[in-house]
């Protein structure tokens, strides 16, 4: 598969100085690579992730996942005249995790004129799969700023 980037101009540190004050940066979430045609991060499984019974929150991992799929569907877009907004995501938590960092990738299903699909898979350190999520984004033509 080709590189589906349409900014060819990003690097990991601009990725995480746009999570600087958001959820991502609450909850320790780390952009470490980036491919042709995916996108991965990791999250510590800590204080912050985890459940009251020592486990990864399902919802941290959630939140892992729309991370890494909308930040992704922005970079395929033209930031200059598009926008992109979560619409649906679903997760099937398949194991859990209580210590350490898990690390979600997102790879394309589908990549429309008005909606993607990502599908992003999570995995402990021992590359054991903890969770697989589909994310559903809505592109949205970016209004005119008032005055222009």
Same mark, same amino acid.
């Given at each position: ?52 019974? @020592? ?5 941290? #991992? ?5 991370? $890494?799929?909308?930040? %992704?569907? &922005? ?50 350190? @021992? ?5 697989? #999520? ?5 592109? $949205?033509?970016?209004? %005119?700023? &008032?005055?222009?």
């Amino acid at each position: 598969m080709a590189q589906i980037w349409f900014k060819k101009e990003f690097s990991l540190e601009k990725l995480q100085a746009m999570s600087a004050g958001t959820m991502g940066e609450h909850l320790g979430i780390t952009f470490t690579e980036i491919g042709d045609h995916y996108l991965k991060a990791t999250m510590p499984v800590d204080h912050r992730t985890k459940q009251p019974y @020592g486990l990864l929150h399902g919802g941290a #991992s959630v939140a892992l996942a729309e991370t $890494l799929g909308s930040v %992704a569907s &922005s970079l395929v877009l033209d930031s200059s005249s598009q926008l992109c907004v979560g619409l649906e995501i679903n997760a099937n938590h398949i194991r859990s995790a209580s210590q350490g960092y898990v690390t979600g990738t997102a790879t394309p299903i589908h990549l429309g004129s008005s909606t993607h699909v990502w599908e992003i898979k999570i995995h402990d350190q @021992g590359n054991k799969l903890i969770c697989i #999520s589909r994310l559903t984004v809505a592109i $949205l033509k970016r209004r %005119a700023k &008032s005055g222009e």
